[in-house]
């Protein structure tokens, strides 16, 4: 292997318990260290003469000062209970989220944000910020209390995205939805009861767009708090959408037309 082991880090915070700490395979955490925004505890890198792959990750890992940890095969498959490891596994800190006002600061009112109320299944919360991600959100925000974390299989159903999405974490979404309303900004509930339809979106204007929990929707407290609510018409016998191909569908339509050329 290229590289000398470097001694283990032993950061106290960890992303969820020792066993779900862990992102693991080739494309997961070399995207993980290209994009430079949340650094592993350490990184186990398989003893694999010539794999460019571990070459990419021993040369940024020294650049930046991570420890690498030389491993074998069966150790990283009993470190992450995976058989998909590749031979490289990075061990996680908890995701470092934004502060609301640290987002509110860096955004680009051009670009819809993305409101999230209480999304609890960790594949739709990552395939919404993916989704975010290639329809040029300006940033996503989420609650506290019965929200998915940032975790091994979000990381995974983001393809990555996470790692360049603007992601704060809030508190109240109430509060943060007050917020933007008195800095005017439009805020739109997605909600089956919504009278606006999705080409219907208002465009040169900011906007923040809410998508409510998987099963029950958008809390009463966060209806109250839209300033107009869209429904996707549907022609089939399931009465709902998926959130995340809602989220989808709907990122689209608000990116229809922008100066930027995203669609």
């Known amino acids: 292997m290229v590289g000398g082991k470097k001694t283990r ?79 490289l596994a990075a061990r996680m800190p908890p995701y470092p989220y934004l502060t609301t006002a640290e987002l509110l600061r ?28 290639v329809l040029g959100v300006g940033g996503m925000v989420v609650g506290e209390a019965s929200q998915a974390d940032v975790s091994a299989q979000m990381v995974r159903s983001s393809a990555g995205a996470v790692h360049h999405v603007p992601l704060a974490r809030t508190s109240s979404l109430a509060d943060f939805l007050s917020e933007l309303r008195s800095g005017r900004v439009t805020v739109i509930g997605a909600s089956e009861k919504g009278s606006l339809a999705p080409d219907r979106l208002p465009r040169g204007t900011a906007v923040g767009l809410v998508i409510g929990n998987e099963g029950r929707g958008l809390a009463p407290e966060i209806l109250a708090l839209c300033d107009e609510c869209v429904s996707i018409p549907q022609v089939g016998r399931v009465n709902s959408l998926n959130a995340a191909v809602a989220a989808g569908i709907l990122l689209y339509e608000l990116a229809k037309g922008t100066s930027d050329g995203r669609v």
Not at 15 to 22: N, V
Not at 56 to 83: F, H, K, N, W, Y
């Open 106 to 133: 860096s955004w680009d009112r051009t670009r819809p944000l993305v409101i999230l109320d209480r999304i609890q299944d960790p594949f739709n919360f990552g395939a919404i910020v993916r989704c975010g991600e």
């Open 9 to 87: 880090s032993r950061g106290k915070g960890l992303m969820g318990s020792h066993q779900r700490c862990w992102l693991w395979g080739r494309n997961v955490v070399l995207e993980l260290l290209r994009a430079g925004r949340w650094q592993p505890h350490e990184v186990l890198v398989a003893e694999r003469a010539g794999d460019e792959a571990s070459r990419e990750t021993v040369q940024v890992c020294e650049a930046r000062g991570i420890p690498i940890v030389p491993s074998r095969d069966d150790d990283l498959r009993r470190l992450t209970g995976a058989e998909d490891h590749q031979g």
